[in-house]
């Protein structure tokens, strides 16, 4: 096998790489014109609304400066206004509601990943998908006009056996007087927190389930064939298989829980004092303050509510990055 | 050389078992084969093995535990203790089950069986749980609302004449429900070619700058929707001096709803396959041509798929149409001027009222939002559910049908013409369908 020597004279000319140009049809130019556009467009917007946030929270967070984190009360027009009652009310709702959606969730992705008989498993997922996409109103209406009369009981029991553990302190009710009014455990971060929970348990589920499935059938098999029960396997092929999903969708779900507004608003009654009492009546959360305070905002309010707006932004935008960041370095790698 | 092999055969035919058995016995000798004794008789059949299936006994265990737990739960609640309430009594008695459950498994099963019971139990009893309280939000909702569906003015009037005293049998939410679909309207048109355009970008033009994007657009989607709200009550309202309106209202939602969009039609249009794609560009096609009969109709139901549920989250979104539209008990088709409610902002101001019939107006508006949620959805799963292979199949199908009708329709008039035979001309078979006419009478014509 000779290479034939194409070359006449006797130095060859040097190896350079072709360039390659691309030349479009017209068509093809205006096409990836418009559609750039179009991603320019939404990146724009995007920042626009963030650059905007924090254009009109400057003001506050200037005249406000680090007290902004410290200060319990919101009255903007006197000065005296800060965020730490609305976010300790914030990350308490959302720990309420991550603590019930969590095990409600994980139960539920196993049963429907591997308890479910094959007919109802495409079933079951449809509606846990459906149930994902009820409006959160709806929630807010079951809380306020059935799990309100309901959970009272509930909470005065977790009061009266766990009262000496501060977080689960009601001041004002005491356990030895039958009379006591139930009152004081309606609007409660707890109450609200069951709520929100309910809420995001659906999408918890759905990405759980998601990962779970994806666990390597011949992983599976290999356990059952070693003699392990349906839990063996699971505790040592799935979980640690979606233990990156697990960790994701949980926080997906702490994100979705940080940002509600409208069911959390329908139950709480709020208030501006840092309030630790999960149980006890009264509590706040950033959102629901701008959905209160929003109408009779003065600009210097508005400007102290978009300071408030734009935190909440930012810790739920830290949590849906680290969500993400994880389901994509576990094994799993699912999509979210 | 050549007589190795034979050789070599003939010292494996004799001694078999060395190379197949190399943990046999090391002396050589070879064991005879055991049969089983009985095996072969041909009327003693092999009882096939149970391999899935309940045992009596599981189900004796899971019952009788079960009725334990009740009954003890009874005893405690009426002799004992001073419980109150059912969701007492409740708890109290799924951990008496799981405890009567666990030991009672204990008496003939080792603890990794027991654990396993036990798990499953308690995954079987959450699913239960939530899936019960999630269809109990839903017929709890539309329970309460039963008392407002009947009455066909709640779809045919406005609120502006009835007040908060008046009966269900005047008053409705017409206003609503044209509220919020000329506000769905406008935030679809701004949407769909919005997004549908940045995600084919995001797909088609790849390089830094897509990835930028594709990052900012999964930031955005942590936005909460109060915060969108705000964003436009503050610009569009207070800076630009745009009324309280559906227009407003429309654009609070579609800066919700665009990532959202963005996003799940960034998943479809990657699911595109490459072989199609490329098979595209070899027969000679532009980028352009390759995406409009190419990547967008492969994606079509996927595409369709992430629009309507967005459409169903955009619908529900009460926040920021709380900050953005205004309250109004009267019927405005304007989304320009004036105040325009939608479905989501009508049930919150309803149930804010002391009054029972307008918070059984809230729930039949919750009634009425919620099986527009759930026709959306169901229209996204048909559509979603069909991938071009099942399109493919149902046309073939259908065809199918069609030809054997008209086959059918041909030897019925056939018969018919053979059973009438007066008739002076006979009807020919019907040239439109070529399948239909045999073999036999074409290679007639043909000779």
């Known amino acids: ?336 | 050389m050549t007589s190795t092999p034979t050789s070599t055969t003939t010292t494996a035919a004799a001694l078999p078992p060395a190379p197949a058995d190399p943990v046999g016995p090391a002396d050589g000798r070879l064991r005879p084969t055991v049969v089983p004794p009985g095996g072969s008789g041909p009327a003693e059949r092999e009882r096939r093995r149970e391999l899935s299936g309940t045992r009596i006994t599981d189900a004796l265990a899971l019952v009788g535990s079960g009725v334990a737990a009740l009954a003890l739960t009874g005893l405690l609640a009426s002799q004992l203790a001073p419980v109150r309430g059912v969701a007492a009594c409740v708890a109290i008695a799924t951990v008496l089950f799981v405890l009567l459950y666990g030991t009672l498994v204990s008496i003939d099963e080792d603890a990794p069986a027991v654990r396993d019971r036990l798990v499953m139990v308690v995954v079987h009893g959450l699913a239960f749980v939530v899936l019960a309280t999630l269809a109990f939000v839903v017929v709890f909702t539309l329970a309460r609302g039963a008392t407002a569906l009947p009455h066909l003015n709640f779809y045919r009037e406005d609120m502006s004449l009835a007040g908060p005293l008046d009966p269900l049998t005047t008053g409705g939410i017409v206003h609503a429900i044209a509220g919020t679909l000329i506000q769905i309207a406008i935030a679809l048109a701004i949407t769909i070619p919005l997004g549908i355009s940045t995600a084919v970008f995001l797909t088609e033009i790849p390089g830094a700058f897509s990835r930028f994007v594709r990052t900012v657009v999964e930031a955005m989607t942590a936005l909460p929707s109060i915060v969108a709200g705000l964003f436009v009550y503050a610009t569009a309202i207070l800076s630009l001096g745009l009324d309280k309106s559906g227009l407003a209202a429309s654009l609070a939602i579609s800066v919700m709803m665009l990532p959202i969009m963005i996003r799940s039609s960034d998943v479809v249009l990657r699911l595109v396959p490459h072989t199609l794609k490329e098979a595209s560009t070899g027969l000679g096609a532009g980028q352009w041509k390759t995406v409009w009969s190419v990547v967008l109709p492969t994606s079509r139901s996927g595409l369709t798929t992430a629009i309507i549920l967005a459409t169903a989250r955009g619908i529900g979104e009460t926040s920021p149409v709380l900050l953005t539209s205004g309250f109004t008990a009267s019927l405005n088709l304007d989304p320009l001027h004036g105040p325009m409610v939608s479905l989501p902002l009508a049930i919150f101001q309803f149930v804010k009222s002391p009054e029972p019939t307008m918070v059984a107006r809230g729930f039949g508006t919750a009634a009425v939002l919620m099986l527009l949620v759930v026709v959306l959805f169901v229209v996204a799963r048909v559509v979603g559910g069909q991938t071009p292979a099942t399109r493919e199949r149902r046309r073939l199908r259908r065809e199918r049908l069609v030809r054997s009708l008209r086959r059918q329709g041909v030897t019925a008039r056939r018969t018919l013409a053979r059973l009438l035979p007066a008739r002076p001309a006979r009807p020919r078979p019907d040239p439109s369908s070529p399948a239909a006419s045999s073999p036999a009478a074409s290679s007639q014509e043909k000779s």
């Open chain 1, 1 to 336: 096998m000779t290479t034939p020597d194409l070359h006449v004279g006797d130095s060859p000319p040097p190896d350079v790489p072709r360039t390659l140009r691309t030349r479009r049809a017209p068509s093809d130019v205006v096409f990836r014109g418009v559609i750039r556009g179009g991603g320019v467009c939404v990146l724009v917007i995007m920042l626009f609304v963030g650059s905007f946030l924090l254009l009109r929270a400057w003001p506050a967070l200037r005249s406000a400066g680090l007290s902004f984190l410290t200060t319990q009360a919101w009255e903007p027009d006197s000065g005296n206004f800060g965020i730490a009652a609305v976010i300790v009310g914030t990350a308490l709702i959302a720990l309420v509601a991550v603590c019930t959606a969590l095990p409600l969730a994980l139960g539920t992705s196993l049963y429907i990943s591997e308890y479910a008989p094959r007919r109802l498993r495409s079933g079951l997922v449809t509606l846990v998908d459906l149930m994902a996409a009820v409006p959160s109103v709806v929630f807010g209406l079951w809380g306020v006009f059935f799990l309100q009369g309901h959970i009272t009981g509930i909470a005065q029991w977790l009061s009266t056996v766990l009262g000496w553990i501060p977080l689960f302190r009601v001041d004002g009710s005491d356990p030895s007087d039958p009379l006591t009014s139930m009152t004081v455990f309606t609007s409660s971060t707890f109450i609200a927190g069951i709520v929100v929970g309910l809420m995001i348990t659906p999408i918890m589920t759905s990405i759980m389930r998601e990962v779970f499935m994806q666990a390597p059938l011949g992983e599976r098999e290999g356990a059952l064939a070693l003699g392990s029960t349906r839990w063996g396997m699971i505790r040592s092929v799935v979980l640690p298989y979606g233990a990156g999903g697990i960790v994701g969708a949980t926080m997906l779900g702490l994100g979705r829980a940080l940002g509600e507004t409208i069911a959390v608003y329908m139950i709480i009654s709020p208030v501006f004092v840092i309030q630790w009492h999960v149980l006890q009546n009264g509590t706040s959360s950033i959102s629901s303050l701008i959905a209160l305070r929003y109408g009779e905002a003065t600009p210097t309010g508005m400007a102290a509510l978009m300071a408030a707006g734009l935190f909440l932004f930012l810790v739920t935008l830290a949590v849906n990055f680290a969500a993400s960041a994880i389901v994509s370095r576990s094994r799993s790698g699912a999509s979210s």
